[in-house]
């Protein structure tokens, strides 16, 4: 049996985010990007990190952080050149705390001290429009490696 | 208190992409109702701005940050400091965006 794939550590939950690079980008079919491939860009291009230092924080070697982040770079290229849209989905992630979605205007927030959240707190709204990003290290139903 | 990055000292400033790298921050204290722009202090430095804003900010005493993004540096700041985090959905577009799903009614 293969050796199964590391759970990746990501900072915030991205799930289901559509990016779109040019502005004639076609609806159709998205680019698929994992959470942990658009997370190496943020690390070593947003951020200006080396491989190295960007592996110790994601929990992977330096050689796995490079092929993840070469994967983004190609999926980058070709949305750029076909014109497509990016959208951010599945992948073996985990973000080490928890963190909640507000249904209703569309936040992400964590809550450092607390478990159960009382209200959003960008638009106060109630416990039950709350929900709980799941955090089991595999976010996708589908692997897209 | 609440901070959120903004990019100008004015209501309808839009949001900045990233926290670190906010010109302003609107701090806004919820107990008092006051709010004030805070300039961000090291915004020319190349390296280590969302870091030093993020120490800035637990120092003068805020217990939530809103933004699109978070950088690893300034997260750990906030997460040492106890200070809740939100990341902001992209409907969000403008300052006044937000302080209206707040409820809040300020004046300029």
């Not at chain 1, 992948?91 to 927030?109: A, L, M, R, Y």
């Not at chain 2, 978070?70 to 300052?95: E, H, P």
């Amino acid at each position: 049996m293969a050796r199964p794939v590391k759970i990746r550590k990501i900072l915030f939950p991205r799930a289901d985010e559509i990016v779109n690079l040019r502005e004639n980008a076609k609806p159709g079919k998205p680019v698929l990007m994992t959470e942990d491939e658009f997370e190496s860009i943020i690390l070593v291009d947003y951020e200006k990190m080396m491989h190295l230092q960007a592996s110790e924080l994601m929990g992977v070697s330096r050689p796995t952080l490079t092929r993840i982040y070469e994967r983004a770079r190609m999926k980058l290229a070709e949305a750029l050149v076909e014109s497509r849209q990016i959208k951010i989905t599945g992948g073996k992630v985990e973000t080490g705390q928890e963190w909640f979605e507000c249904i209703s205007c569309g936040s992400v927030f964590n809550l450092p001290g607390k478990k159960i959240p009382d209200s959003c707190p960008v638009c106060s709204a109630q416990a039950k429009k709350i929900k709980l990003i799941k955090n089991d290290g595999n976010r996708s139903d589908r692997r897209i490696f | 208190m609440t901070a959120i990055g903004v990019t100008g000292e004015y209501f309808e400033a839009p949001l900045s992409e990233c926290f670190g790298k906010s010109e302003y921050f609107f701090v806004y204290d919820r107990a008092s109702g006051k709010y004030r722009f805070l300039q961000n202090p090291r915004i020319d430095e190349k390296e280590k701005s969302g870091k030093n804003a993020a120490s800035f900010l637990v120092k003068s005493g805020v217990t939530t940050v809103m933004s699109y993004n978070v950088g690893s540096n300034a997260k750990k700041v906030f997460d040492r400091g106890k200070v809740q985090i939100v990341v902001l959905s992209d409907n969000f577009k403008t300052l006044k965006d937000v302080l209206k799903k707040m409820k809040l009614n300020l004046k300029s």
